[in-house]
């Protein structure tokens, strides 16, 4: 008997494994859906919509997308926009902070799917940023958590986006608190106070647009400090991707 080609091989195999129940990564019961998670789950995730179309940040219910909180209207932030997927509400806290700190790698990579989707539908009208980049984390603390959650959320985007992906344009050079420490949105600025550098690998008028990847925003300190780094070097459009906001 002749053997299959590769190609649909591979898509043969593919195709078996999407037909595998696998367990949700919300309710735990197994499901056949492509992604592990249920439709019902996936139905009642809180799904953010009235977002402030710079920061992010919830706005009323009935509220368009179009439309800036007062904050912006006051105090632009340095980067052109903020969208979240998700508020940070329960289940995705809980799932974001499994992810985060126990390595639960199956949901992050949901989630991330999920992200992927929505930012895939967001440039097929528009013109996509010349590279993807990750928030990151300081050598200490990488080696202390063992991986960044932000740089595999921009792998599964920077793959089913086919936008680029730097590892290395912005550095976090300064050890700092972890943000979750402080309660202030002063002392969250001031602690991230020339806290990250671009590298030598961002060519200056190469690029002129970026997305940042992150997996929680909240004061926006963090990407607002990596988005001043990134305009000194001549970055002009930034828009910034999260998993969930949480609001100050």
């Excluded at 859906?33 to 799904?47: D, F, K, R, T, Y």
């Excluded at 706005?59 to 909180?69: D, P």
């Excluded at 289940?91 to 992200?115: H, M, T």
């Excluded at 984390?137 to 986006?161: D, T, Y």
């Amino acid at each position: 008997m002749p053997s299959l080609p590769k190609t649909r091989t591979a898509g043969l195999c593919q195709r078996l494994l999407q037909t595998i129940p696998s367990p949700c990564i919300v309710c735990g019961i197994l499901s056949n859906s492509v992604l592990s998670l249920c439709a019902e789950c996936e139905a009642n995730l809180p799904w953010s919509w009235h977002g402030c179309n710079r920061c992010g940040e919830e706005l009323t219910a009935g509220v368009s997308n179009t439309q800036s909180c007062a904050r912006c209207l006051l105090v632009a932030p340095p980067f052109s926009s903020c969208t979240a997927l998700f508020r940070y509400q329960s289940p995705i806290d809980s799932l974001l902070s499994g992810f985060k700190f126990k390595a639960r790698f199956d949901a992050g990579y949901v989630l991330s799917c999920l992200l992927a989707e929505k930012i895939s539908l967001h440039y097929a009208d528009s013109i996509a940023p010349d590279l993807l980049l990750a928030v990151p984390l300081h050598p200490m603390r990488l080696r202390q958590r063992g991986f960044n959650q932000a740089l595999e959320i921009a792998r599964v985007v920077s793959r089913k986006c086919k936008i680029p992906l730097s590892k290395k344009a912005i550095a976090k050079v300064r050890n700092t608190v972890a943000q979750t420490e402080l309660h202030s949105a002063r002392s969250r600025k001031k602690n991230l106070k020339d806290a990250f550098a671009v590298t030598d690998t961002l060519v200056p008028g190469k690029v002129k647009s970026v997305a940042i990847i992150d997996d929680v925003v909240t004061t926006m300190a963090t990407v607002a400090a990596v988005s001043r780094e990134l305009q000194r070097r001549g970055v002009r459009q930034i828009d910034v991707w999260c998993l969930a906001r949480a609001n100050r």
